[in-house]
T-cell receptor, first 118, second 118 residues
Framework: AQKITQTQPGMFVQEKEAVTLDCTYDTSDQSYGLFWYKQPSSGEMIFLIYQGSYDEQNATEGRYSLNFQKARKSANLVISASQLGDSAMYFCAMRCKNYGGSQGNLIFGKGTKLSVKP | GAVVSQHPSWVICKSGTSVKIECRSLDFQATTMFWYRQFPKQSLMLMATSNEGSKATYEQGVEKDKFLINHASLTLSTLTVTSAHPEDSSFYIC??????????????FGPGTRLLVL
């Protein structure tokens, strides 16, 4: 069964330091996409970064990078040089070709609340 | 690009009334839109997938007659919560993809609608 696991309910990081948010996934599909979203207290879901299952290189987007280890089925998000504005909930999500009654839906983890300390 | 709007952002209504929430893709055509529900401090739960010009596909456990979804155009999907009750109070958030349901397609989220039923 398809599943996303985020084992860190909350994380603290000092401003300007790097932080890694863990995400493991489970799927029997060969083709899938992995996503990270940020949800600040306002509620909107902000897309951060995407990694395809066939991508050989780790995805990077500015201060965000995805440490993709396919054999271990992990897709950790690394945020470098943390800023106070990075404080938010972070969700890891997966999209498989076939899931449940609707194809291509996003499966979300439970999220990690990141707090950046000044 | 890829901006999704939702209206209204806040709704407070009396029990028994119906509430309509609009989701619009502002700068792209969205053949597929998704509706999610999020309870406090929890992850997003997919309610239904909405395809333009066809009936929505509901996830297991979601009442079709309770949550009416209409996707009449490529830029607009609506969710109507019929005869709302206090247990329907939640954060409703929609998303849209640019080109359908491929695993690599990023879902862009609206800002969400907070519904409070008294």
């Amino acid at each position: 069964a398809q599943k996303i696991t985020q084992t860190q309910p909350g994380m603290f990081v000092q401003e300007k330091e790097a932080v890694t948010l863990d995400c493991t996934y489970d799927t029997s599909d060969q083709s899938y996409g992995l996503f990270w979203y940020k949800q600040p207290s306002s509620g909107e879901m902000i897309f951060l970064i995407y990694q395809g299952s066939y991508d050989e290189q780790n995805a990077t987007e500015g201060r965000y990078s995805l440490n993709f280890q396919k054999a271990r089925k992990s897709a950790n998000l690394v945020i470098s040089a943390s800023q106070l504005g990075d404080s938010a909930m972070y969700f890891c999500a997966m999209r498989c070709k076939n899931y449940g009654g609707s194809q291509g839906n996003l499966i979300f983890g439970k999220g990690t609340k990141l707090s950046v300390k000044p | 690009g890829a901006v999704v709007s939702q209206h209204p952002s806040w709704v407070i209504c009396k029990s028994g009334t119906s509430v309509k929430i609009e989701c619009r893709s502002l700068d792209f055509q969205a053949t597929t839109m998704f509706w999610y529900r999020q309870f406090p401090k929890q992850s997003l739960m997919l309610m239904a997938t909405s395809n333009e010009g066809s009936k929505a596909t509901y996830e297991q456990g979601v009442e079709k007659d309770k949550f009416l979804i209409n996707h009449a155009s490529l830029t607009l999907s609506t969710l109507t919560v019929t005869s709302a009750h206090p247990e329907d109070s939640s954060f409703y958030i929609c998303s849209a993809t640019l080109q359908g349901q491929g695993v690599q397609e990023t879902q862009y989220f609206g800002p969400g609608t907070r519904l409070l039923v008294l």
